[in-house]
Nanobody
């Protein structure tokens, strides 16, 4: 499975961005997908995840601002980010994985990362 992330950029506080993650290769084996982010010197953290049946879960700090979705026909996942804050600034990575109960379990399939910068 190969994942290609795109859509990052520079936006002012309160602005919006939409990230995309296109899957190719053995993408029919993908059960769930997720978005992670990692700030320098910190652990990579799960931002949002979505199952094959479109069940979702979010990190508390992005609930109500970010929306994860997927288009299975296009093998593409999205992250719509609204009301962006400076603390959302970092590199975002997409991942392919699975669900164990209500928990997202990442496989070792990662996109290359896309930088999101929220600054005035």
């Amino acid at each position: 499975v190969q994942l290609q992330a795109s859509g990052g950029g520079l936006v002012q506080p309160g602005g919006s961005l939409r990230l995309s993650c296109a899957a190719s290769g053995s993408s029919i084996s993908i059960n769930a997908m997720g978005w992670y982010r990692q700030a320098p010197g910190k652990q990579r953290e799960l931002v949002a995840a979505i199952s094959n049946g479109s069940s979702t879960n979010y990190k508390d700090s992005v609930k109500g601002r970010f929306t994860i979705s997927r288009d299975n026909a296009k093998n593409t996942m999205y992250l719509q980010m609204n009301s962006l804050k400076p603390e959302d600034t970092t590199v975002y990575y997409c991942n392919a994985g699975s669900y164990g109960g209500s928990y997202y379990l990442p496989f070792n399939y990662w996109g290359q990362g896309t930088q999101v910068t929220v600054s005035s």
